[in-house]
Every structure is written in structure tokens, then in C-alpha cells.
Nanobody
């Protein structure tokens, strides 16, 4: 049974940092692309970042987080991370981890077949 469990969310001040973790079980993440999405109240779920399987791996980021967020994977721990630096109030959202159908990634929600329950990130002074 595929399961994704996010953690690491919370309250951060503008300019602060948080690191989100996504612990996977029921499958080996080394064979799949993995992504992070977010959804703010009243808005659609938005692509944030994704990372392919394989070596070398490829990464993709939405423009609004480039240079501030970093996605990484630790295949030995079966865990994906999202390091978020220089946080802004507009980063406030529920963040979701997702597993791709394949080893590659896209920004389309339909590419991902399993989702976590989400972790809340609030950026406020």
C-alpha cells in the first residue's frame, strides 16, 4: 500500500526557513519521480517542485520559488525533502507530496497517482 506522509510544516517568519519531509512507504522512491504541490485557501493546487528518478536526476521549480526552495531525495531513507528558504507570506499554503506514475516528472497533476495528506506552512510576522 503506497503511503506518503509529510511533516515539517509550521509557522515561520518572513525570511525564515522550513524543511518539509515526505516519508514514503509501500514503494521504492528510487524508481519514481516525486513532486511537491501547494494549495492556499480558495485557490487551486499549484505545482511547486519535482525531481526525477535516476542518475543524473533532474529538477523543476515553479518560477516563484526558484532560488529559494530546493527539492532533494534520499533513496536510502525513502524520503523526499523540500528545503524552503527566504520564505514569503505568499508561500502560506498546505503543502502536498506526490508520487509520479513514472521515473520522470511534469507539472501536470495527472502525472501523479498518490498523494500525502499535506502539511500546513504559514509565513507570518
Amino acid at each position: 500500500q503506497v503511503q506518503l506522509v509529510e511533516s515539517g510544516g509550521g509557522l515561520a517568519q518572513p525570511g525564515g526557513s522550513l524543511r518539509l519531509s515526505c516519508a514514503a512507504s509501500g514503494f521504492d522512491i528510487s524508481g519514481y519521480g516525486m513532486g511537491w504541490y501547494r494549495q492556499a485557501p480558495g485557490k487551486e493546487r499549484e505545482f511547486v517542485a519535482a525531481i526525477t528518478s535516476g542518475d543524473p536526476e533532474s529538477k523543476d521549480y515553479v518560477d516563484s520559488v526558484k532560488g529559494r526552495f530546493t527539492i532533494a531525495r534520499d533513496n536510502a531513507k525513502n524520503t523526499v525533502y523540500l528545503q524552503m528558504n527566504s520564505l514569503k507570506p505568499e508561500d502560506t499554503a498546505q503543502y502536498y507530496c506526490a508520487k509520479s506514475h513514472h521515473l520522470w516528472i511534469t507539472r501536470l497533476i495527472s502525472t501523479y497517482d498518490s498523494w500525502g495528506q499535506g502539511t500546513q506552512v504559514t509565513v507570518s510576522s
